[in-house]
């Protein structure tokens, strides 16, 4: 499912991806380039602005757009989705004095008289006095007037009576509110919601989370070379990208409605995949790879103008995917550009992608960790450029492979490296990471 996206009949076969409805649409037309000449070709189509420094790039992508609309969801539909609204602790946290380990529960100094037992999700009523004891499981509530949980390897019992040689590593109680006071700020807008969140929220008493939902995407893959199986030959290409866009769509954050198949003519294709109709008002994201460049079947820059779109990104300065595009349509709908090649896509989806779905889904912009960098890399003049890297100690290395058509370095790749024009072999440089 990869190729080109050029003016031509919605044909082919189309595989669709269902997902819950949220509040954005996101569709991707794929494409190479072509050769042949069009006719009546405009000379305003192979303007092209000021290309954006590639790190500008990243911040206007992801302050273009408005969080989408948030929703109150159960808990076990928010994974994936980004908190709305912070999460407090409801109760302190643990919500009472909780034995540690098992063992017995004592006061004072020892031996100590039993008295009874607590296990886990009962309460023992009463008061302990000096010198008295419980039996009591991990987890369970302490007694009122204990000091100590004395564990079972360090206690010898005789018949009602407990001894024990003191109590090593510590009195052994989780005391109320030492984790959390009640109303404690635990996790802030913005977060993403993963496993660990989930059970976050659930200790804290949460039934429902307020959630930033996740963008639709809907893929469209264009191409006459393009086949979807077997291997390339004769004229045809075995298409990259169809499979792995849905897969990249959800790892950044976004919901894939629909991938479809469509060949490259007649006129029209392009401009109806851009304006598809709106469902109930939800926004949408058009997402274009290829016919981003100037060449003569490339026509989004020319359909955008004529569209009165609002430029957000016209061209970066990076190496690969530097003809990508981001502008408005409208109030609710973003077009996105990617390169037609595989990899230079992958990088432009990292750059414009990445944090335009990010600020829909009301994510912050991440900031980039930083490792040396070394290997064989000839820095570009004016551009920054984005090379696959593994880890190898506490060093990213540059894997080899990484033409702008070839996946063999990403797809081995930990990170994509943003080289600068001053790199010099071991210095370090921002990473995006890939794992």
């Avoid at 569709?27 to 380039?33: E, G, I, L, M, P």
């Avoid at 064989?376 to 004016?382: E, T």
């Avoid at 894997?399 to 071991?426: E, N, S």
């Amino acid at each position: 499912m990869s190729g080109s996206v050029r003016d031509g009949n919605l044909r082919g076969r189309g595989r669709k991806y269902s997902g819950d409805r949220v509040g954005g649409m996101t569709v991707f037309t794929t494409a190479t380039n072509r050769t042949a000449p069009p006719h009546g070709t405009d000379p305003a189509d192979r303007h092209r602005s000021t290309a954006v420094a590639w790190e500008r790039a990243r911040v206007l992508a992801h302050a273009a757009p408005q969080p989408l609309a948030a929703r109150r969801v159960p808990l076990t539909y928010a994974a994936g989705r980004t908190l709305a609204e912070e999460i407090r602790a409801c109760v302190p946290l643990p919500a009472f004095d909780t034995a540690a380990m098992d063992g017995y529960a004592v006061a004072g100094r020892g031996p100590w008289q039993l008295r009874g037992q607590v296990r886990a999700g009962t309460v023992w009523k009463g008061a302990l006095a000096s010198g008295e004891a419980v039996e009591i499981s991990t987890g369970a509530q302490v007694p009122v007037g204990a000091s100590a949980v004395l564990p079972v390897e360090l206690a010898v019992r005789d018949g009602a009576t407990v001894s024990g040689a003191g109590h090593s590593g510590g009195p052994h109680i989780r005391r109320a509110g030492e984790d959390a006071p009640a109303g404690a700020p635990l996790a802030p807008t913005g977060t993403r919601i993963g496993p660990a969140l989930l059970g976050l929220a659930a200790t804290c008493g949460y039934d429902t989370l307020l959630v930033c939902p996740r963008p639709w995407v809907r893929i469209l893959v264009t191409g006459e070379e393009l086949t979807h199986s077997g291997m390339s030959g004769a004229g045809r290409v075995r298409d990259a990208l169809g499979p792995l866009l849905p897969t990249l769509v959800d790892e950044l954050g976004g919901e894939v409605r629909e991938v479809r198949h469509l060949p490259d003519h007649p006129a029209g294709l392009l401009a109806t995949a851009m304006h598809p109709p709106e469902e109930d008002g939800i926004a949408e994201v058009v997402v274009v790879t290829g016919s981003t460049s100037i060449g003569v079947t490339d026509r989004l820059r020319q359909l955008l103008r004529a569209s009165a779109a609002r430029w957000v990104v016209d061209t970066v300065a990076c190496r690969p995917g530097h003809p990508q595009l981001l502008a408005g349509l409208g109030a609710r709908r973003w077009v996105v550009g990617l390169p037609g090649n595989p990899f230079a896509a992958l990088a432009a989806a990292y750059t414009l992608l990445a944090p335009l779905l990010a600020g829909l889904s009301g994510r912050r912009l991440p900031e980039l960790p930083q490792a040396p960098v070394t290997g064989h890399v000839r820095p570009a003049p004016g551009l920054t450029r984005l090379i696959p890297v593994a880890w190898e100690g506490g060093v990213a290395r540059v894997i080899g492979g990484h033409r702008a058509a070839f996946l063999r370095g990403a797809a081995l790749a930990d990170a994509l490296a943003t080289i600068p024009p001053c790199w010099v072999d071991g210095t370090p440089v921002p990473l995006l990471l890939t794992r």
